[in-house]
């Protein structure tokens, strides 16, 4: 009886400890599930794939073992629009200030100034009787013969001279001489001309100024080796490319060494070379289309000539084209500089330092931050908090400015200090699906 009684005892006590053990849990839980809902006080986490789980700390999913995130970071995740908003876990760079100090290396050449170009051209038609001159880049004084011509213009006009000076009609001399100035003939040539009374066949023209000599292909545009007075339009007055008849022979020459020849003929107006001194020159130097955005006019330029091994050249970005040549994908920059000694030649090659000294600190982010559009640019900012596994990023588009290869200046769209992601290009399945 009493071995009875003792087990039924025992029963009761299990009994009695198993009730006190649920109502303990249940109170428990009920708790947890008050603190959890809790949101003035504290963030509360949740599981992205178990939104049930929630806790008042940071952990994992004990269902998943997923890492616990924000439930309103998870609620923005699970509403945003999936070609502006994307969850990653990749490393992010803060934008901040930067003074882009840049350097680019550029290679290039020494080219002449075409602004230093005089140009000489045919006075009065003709035809080449004698070549002084034969080859480009000679070196040429003032007043030294180049060439003579043949011309019945300017014949018909030294007799008609010589004619009126006989007449002893000194207006009309004065007014005849004039026009044979007009007509390129120097006071040597009129002095000449009055002495002998005779006019002169073949007229020498002579170099105005001094420099070396460059024969453009321009100077055979109109010149030809097959035609004659008479195929060019009857006469020599009316000469030209514009009057020659569509089934003449016409044979341009595509030579630059020296596009004219003795026997050609030469209209009026048609160039037949240019002077240069070479007192100054270009250096033109080829940049990279990514980069060229980072060059600046006024930015220093420091050169080296290969011909100039020992010697430091010092200038400055002068001008910039801007157009992409066709086929290429470069920039030309020029930096005029002085060549007094005439020791910097043509074609020449040099090799240049660009540096922009202005120390000004301005936005940046790695130029891998930067994802291009297009006509756009856009960047991934970062909208949730340090300290969680991933992020949620939200593309955001910005205004760039200089790079220099490694940083991209942050015009506007971006605030200081914003967290972006570090590759942008590995935020983007496909750029025409972006949103900003």
């Not at 980069?291 to 006019?297: N, Q």
């Not at 010092?314 to 060549?339: D, K, W």
Request: charged share 20%; proline share 6%.
């Amino acid at each position: 009886m009493l071995v009875k009684w003792k087990n039924k005892s025992l029963i009761l006590l299990l009994f009695g400890l198993l009730l006190a053990t649920a109502s303990c849990k249940k109170e428990t839980a009920t708790e947890h599930k008050e603190h959890a809902t809790e949101t003035e006080e504290g963030v509360i986490y949740t599981c992205p794939m178990h939104p049930e789980v929630t806790s008042d700390k940071p952990g994992r999913c004990p269902e998943c073992n997923m890492f616990l995130e924000p439930k309103d970071v998870v609620l923005e995740q699970l509403i945003a629009d999936p070609n502006r908003i994307v969850v990653s876990s990749q490393a992010t760079v803060q934008a901040k200030s930067n003074t882009m100090n840049k350097q680019v290396q550029a290679e290039g050449i020494i080219a002449f100034d075409e602004r230093q170009n005089n140009t000489v051209a045919a006075y009065f038609p003709g035809r080449i009787e004698e070549l002084f001159v034969k080859y480009n880049y000679t070196f040429v004084r003032k007043g030294q013969p180049i060439l003579s011509l043949y011309s019945p213009e300017l014949l018909t006009a030294q007799q008609e001279f010589l004619f009126v000076l006989h007449a002893e009609d000194n207006a009309l001399a004065e007014q005849a001489r004039k026009r044979l100035r007009l007509l390129g003939l120097t006071e040597s040539q009129l002095k000449t001309l009055e002495k002998t009374g005779k006019p002169q066949t073949k007229t020498t023209v002579y170099s105005p100024y001094e420099g070396f000599v460059r024969f453009t292909p321009e100077a055979a545009t109109t010149s030809t080796t097959t035609q004659s007075p008479a195929a060019a339009g009857g006469s020599m007055g009316n000469m030209g490319a514009a009057n020659t008849a569509p089934d003449a022979p016409v044979t341009q020459s595509t030579s630059v060494e020296n596009p004219i020849r003795e026997g050609q003929y030469v209209a009026k107006g048609q160039t037949l070379f240019q002077v240069n001194d070479l007192k100054k020159v270009w250096a033109i130097l080829t940049l990279p289309a990514g980069i060229a955005g980072s060059v600046e006019t006024g930015d220093k330029v420091t050169i080296r000539s290969q011909l100039l091994p020992d010697k430091t050249i010092l200038g400055e970005v002068n001008f910039i084209e801007s157009v992409v040549r066709q086929g290429q994908n470069q920039v030309t920059v020029r930096v005029y500089l002085a060549n007094p000694d005439l020791k910097l030649k043509p074609n020449s090659l040099v090799q240049a330092t660009i540096a922009d000294e202005n120390k000004q600190a301005v936005l940046t982010v790695p130029t891998s931050a930067v994802w291009s559009l297009g006509r756009r640019n856009i960047v991934w900012v970062r909208k949730t908090p340090a300290g969680n596994h991933s992020f949620s990023f939200e593309a955001t588009e910005v205004q760039i400015g200089k790079q220099n290869g490694d940083y991209t200046e942050i015009i506007s769209g971006l605030p200081d200090g914003a967290h972006v992601a570090k590759e942008a290009g590995y935020m983007t399945d496909s750029e025409s699906f972006i949103r900003p």
